[in-house]
């Protein structure tokens, strides 16, 4: 079971990018998928999250109205659209599959972890 993210960079402030998350191994049309997020010097915390179906998301305050998750099960692949770029959101993000088919905001309840991908914002 492998999850692999890409799609990281370095970019200005107001920038976009758009991270991918691509999951070999077994299926996970079935599992909600997330995005977390690592900044030097602190704690992994959540971005973002999606159910199973991609009915239903959530989003860290932080990020609301300029992130957007989605997924392409027949692809077994999950995306982070981050737009207007901040130098706050510089962390290394993290794609991860919890074997539940609702929302999974939680760390400690995903199973499946990527590698990361690093995203630098300069301001």
């Known amino acids: 079971v492998q999850l692999q993210a890409f799609g990281g960079g370095l970019v200005q402030a107001g920038d976009s990018l758009r991270l991918s998350c691509a999951a070999s191994?077994?299926?996970?049309?079935?599992?909600?998928m997330g995005w977390f997020r690592q900044a030097p010097g602190k704690e992994r915390e959540f971005v973002a999250a999606?159910?199973?179906?991609?009915?239903?998301?959530s989003y860290a305050d932080p990020v609301k109205g300029r992130f957007t998750i989605s997924r392409d099960s027949s692809k077994n692949t999950v995306y982070l659209q981050m737009n207007s770029l901040k130098p706050e959101d510089t962390a290394v993000y993290y794609c991860?599959?919890?074997?539940?088919?609702?929302?999974?905001?939680?760390?400690?309840?995903?199973?499946?972890w990527g590698q990361g991908t690093e995203v630098t914002v300069s301001s």
């Open positions: 999606i159910t199973w179906s991609g009915g239903s998301t």
């Open positions: 191994g077994r299926t996970f049309s079935t599992d909600s």
């Open positions: 991860a599959a919890a074997r539940y088919r609702s929302l999974v905001v939680v760390s400690t309840y995903y199973n499946y």
